[in-house]
């Protein structure tokens, strides 16, 4: 087993004293890939904004428990949450590229975070083009609109945009949810390729994709950790019935 | 997932319901051809009916048909309906299964062959007695493993695996037994080397009928048991009654 490079400790979350999340534990390992599974409203989106602490700021939300992060409680006073975002980059399910060209989407989160040399910010804009497996297809456009791109390109310019600041983790909310199944592909081998590099947490609702892409299965249901596993095994073999019924498409 | 087996209507597809079922019924008749064609087999021989045994043979295209026509159906649910977990496993086992099937149905079909060139030769050769004996107990076998395909129980699937042993000794003791007819009387030969391919061919139907009993175990556990023994077969089952002679053969994978 891979060192755990987040530790989710008893975390619990409601929103205006409604239960979202309920005593969540769970280890996500370094350099794999773990997807999370489950029925709409179960609290998958709300767990990966935990751990980015985009909660925070949202009114009645009540969180209780510990992330950590390289054993590094993030929910402690002193930690930097510009720091935690940072290190954790986050794709949501519909591509957001911001209205300017694809060059200034790819460096706009380093002249946020004060780099100003052009040719260090060219390099990182191709080293993250390239990572996203996007910079053949626009290496001679760079100057274009990057709405201009279709919606498989726009999806993969994000995935270079949270590249470029060099996280250690990447979560991915749906990212090909809406895509047409070359896109989505393209996207899914992304994947399996940035795991050498990143630490990934992939929610979707696509469980064959689930199947396909990541190493580690956990599958949550209102607001639980029902079960997690090796995901050869949660897909051939699951212990319990909830999680069979899910991933079989059965009433539960 | 032991209390799966209303499950296949509990899919949230009703189609995808019909197909599970579908297939599942499908192979239940089709064991039950197969299960004609070798008491058909057997007793064609022991009884020299050559009708019968022409009867038994033409069953054979039927079953061959059926393997392609479910095995036709499974591909095409894994293609559109990309199963997971029990019905993966069910699919994988069915597939499996009708395979098995038919090759006992071949095996059936080359007893029969077997009892036409016995009759057309005009000898009555030794060792019915031994064929009688072997076959009940595949046959028997066959039916049980059916039973529990249909019942998903999985005690009787061990019971089926293990009875294999039991063939498996039959078959070595009849062979002795064979050798010494021939010896004695070596005008004997090619009528008795008739009765020893039977023997070969039941020998056979067990270990197929061994294997859909591994099918099954399969398909409810989630274990895969093939090549494995007895013993480490009821450990995957937690079945903890004492062990018997068979249970611990070190042979029996």
């Not at chain 1, 290496?139 to 498989?152: I, P, R, T, V, W």
């Not at chain 2, 149905?105 to 009555?124: M, P, Q, V, W």
Request: hydrophobic letters at 40%; a negative charge.
């Amino acid at each position: 087993m891979t060192p755990a490079k987040i530790e989710i400790e008893n975390l619990s979350l409601t929103f205006a004293d409604r239960q979202v999340l309920n005593q969540i534990n769970l280890n996500i390992p370094a350099n794999q890939v773990t997807a999370l599974i489950g029925a709409s409203g179960c609290g998958k989106s709300t767990l990966l904004k935990c751990i980015n602490r985009l909660n925070d700021l949202k009114p009645q939300c009540d969180i209780d428990g510990a992330i950590r992060i390289d054993h590094e409680d993030i929910y402690q006073k002193s930690y930097d949450v510009t720091d935690l975002r940072r290190k954790v980059g986050m794709v949501f399910q519909v591509p957001n590229p911001f209205p300017t060209s694809i060059y200034e989407n790819v460096v706009f989160g380093l002249k946020l975070l004060g780099v100003r040399k052009r040719h260090h910010l060219h390099e990182a804009a191709e080293k993250s083009l390239r990572q996203a497996a996007l910079w053949d297809e626009v290496k001679d456009q760079l100057n274009q609109n990057a709405l201009q791109l279709s919606g498989g390109q726009q999806q993969r310019l994000v995935i270079a945009r949270a590249l470029a600041v060099e996280p250690n983790i990447l979560m991915l909310d749906e990212p090909a949810s809406a895509l047409d199944p070359i896109s989505t592909l393209k996207i899914e081998e992304l994947i399996t390729e940035l795991k050498q590099t990143y630490t990934i947490l992939l929610v979707t609702h696509n469980m064959h994709q689930a199947a396909r892409v990541s190493d580690f299965t956990a599958f949550l249901d209102q607001g639980r950790i029902m079960e997690t596993g090796q995901t050869r095994d949660i897909f051939t073999n699951p212990r319990r019935k909830a999680t069979e019924d899910y991933i079989t498409g059965r009433y539960a | 997932m032991h209390d799966a087996m209303e499950g296949f209507s509990r899919h949230i597809s009703q189609q995808f319901n019909h197909e599970l079922e579908g297939i599942r019924t499908e192979m239940l008749a089709m064991g039950g051809i197969v299960e004609r064609q070798v008491h058909d087999a057997i007793t064609a021989l022991t009884k020299n009916d050559i009708q019968l045994a022409e009867e038994s043979k033409r069953l054979d295209q039927q079953t061959n048909q059926m393997e392609l026509s479910i095995d036709d159906q499974c591909t095409k649910m894994i293609a559109i309906r990309q199963p997971t977990a029990s019905d993966l496993r069910l699919i994988v086992s069915i597939s499996r299964s009708v395979s098995d099937l038919e090759r006992i149905g071949d095996e059936a079909s080359r007893i029969c062959k077997h009892a036409i060139d016995i009759y057309n030769s005009g000898e009555n050769p030794k060792g019915y007695h031994e064929a009688r004996h072997i076959g009940a107990l595949v046959s028997g076998m066959i039916n049980d493993v059916l039973t529990a395909f249909a019942r998903r129980d999985l005690a009787m699937a061990y019971r089926v695996a293990k009875q294999d042993i039991r063939v498996d000794t039959e078959y070595r003791t009849a062979m002795r037994t064979l050798v010494t007819y021939m010896m004695e009387d070596p005008a004997s030969i090619s009528g008795v080397l008739n009765v020893m391919w039977v023997l070969r061919s039941l020998e056979r139907i067990g270990d197929h009928a061994r294997n859909l009993a591994e099918h099954l175990i399969y398909q409810v556990s989630g274990t895969d048991v093939r090549h494995q023994t007895l013993k480490s077969i009821k450990q995957t089952l937690r079945d903890d009654s004492p062990d018997d002679e068979d249970d611990l053969n070190p042979n029996s994978e």
